[in-house]
């Protein structure tokens, strides 16, 4: 085999599948409700935020666009660690409209990519976009609402294999209780 042909099955190997997507937007769920319920119970849910953050998004191999649901102007884009923390727990006086994302009481977390009847995911080698909902559906104790949140999430594929969040833009399509 030539070494073109190498290079091209070495490629392959690095491109993100539909399967690594999927499991990376549940990631997002769960851990979003694993900090909630942290929280309620009193638990470690900073620690907890913190690692999400380490987890899922790129701050440390790259740039990260996070246009959060709730956040507003000045400080709708958080392009630090420090910026997304504030906006998932609050508790950030740099960051004074934040109240905390994650500490609503979000029992569930799933998604869709459904835009149209279609499967809203492209992979384009190692950069995967996403676009579709995630219902966010309250405790049974505050009503059990369930929230839709507009996401388009775009991944990237690091060096161990793991994919990072590099572009997060949310919107709200229902009021929040």
């Not at 769960?30 to 309620?40: A, P």
């Not at 709730?70 to 934040?98: C, H, M, V, W």
């Not at 905390?100 to 950069?127: C, L, T, V």
Request: hydrophobic share 40%.
């Amino acid at each position: 085999m030539s070494n073109s042909g190498l290079a091209d099955v070495s490629s392959k190997k690095k491109d993100i599948t539909v399967e690594e997507v999927n499991a990376a937007q549940q990631a997002w769920c769960d851990g979003l409700v694993n900090i909630s319920t942290l929280y309620r119970k009193g638990g470690k849910y900073k620690a907890a935020a913190i690692k999400f953050i380490a987890d899922v998004y790129d701050f440390e191999g790259g740039r990260v666009f996070f246009r959060p649901t709730l956040a507003s102007p000045p400080q709708n884009f958080r392009t630090t660690k420090e910026g997304a923390l504030s906006y998932f727990i609050g508790e950030d006086p740099a960051f004074p409209g934040d109240k905390g994302f994650a500490k609503q009481p979000w029992a569930a977390a799933r998604y869709d990519n459904a835009i149209e009847g279609s499967n809203a995911i492209q992979i384009h080698g190692n950069i995967a976009m996403t676009m579709g909902n995630v219902y966010l559906k309250a405790e049974v104790s505050t009503g059990g609402d369930e929230v839709v949140v507009d996401k388009v999430f775009a991944f990237r594929k690091d060096s161990k294999g793991k994919l990072r969040l590099i572009v997060h833009k949310s919107a709200l399509t229902n009021q929040l209780a």
